[in-house]
């Protein structure tokens, strides 16, 4: 039996493994979120696309993750230093940070 192969099956499982590849990524805690987890920074490998699925997978982590970046505690995020929605994308290299939403007064 001939086992030709269909049109663009190659390039679809190229784009695939291309968006699951891991990104390095560096991750900055601030304010009590930094205080909770006991450091500043971290750098990690991550296949999370978005900065959402990074929350949610450093949740997944346990204590004190799960806690400080609970699912309805109210968490500021930025990506390379500009506030950004759960659904921006991550890229490789890049900058995401946490930190609670900040009063004046």
């Known amino acids: 039996r001939n086992s030709a192969r269909r049109p663009g099956t190659f390039s679809a499982l190229c784009r695939a493994a291309v968006m699951t590849a891991p990104l390095t990524i560096t991750v900055r805690y601030f304010a009590s979120i930094r205080e909770a987890v006991g450091q500043g920074q971290e750098t990690l490998r991550t296949a999370a696309p978005t900065l959402g699925a990074l929350r949610d997978e450093l949740i997944a982590r ?3 993750w799960a806690d400080c970046l609970a699912r309805g505690r109210a968490v500021r995020m930025a990506l390379d230093q500009t506030m950004a929605q759960e659904a921006t994308p991550l890229a ?6 946490f930190f609670p939403p900040v009063t004046g007064g």
């Open 62 to 64: 346990g204590q004190p």
């Open 92 to 97: 490789d290299g890049a900058e995401a940070a």
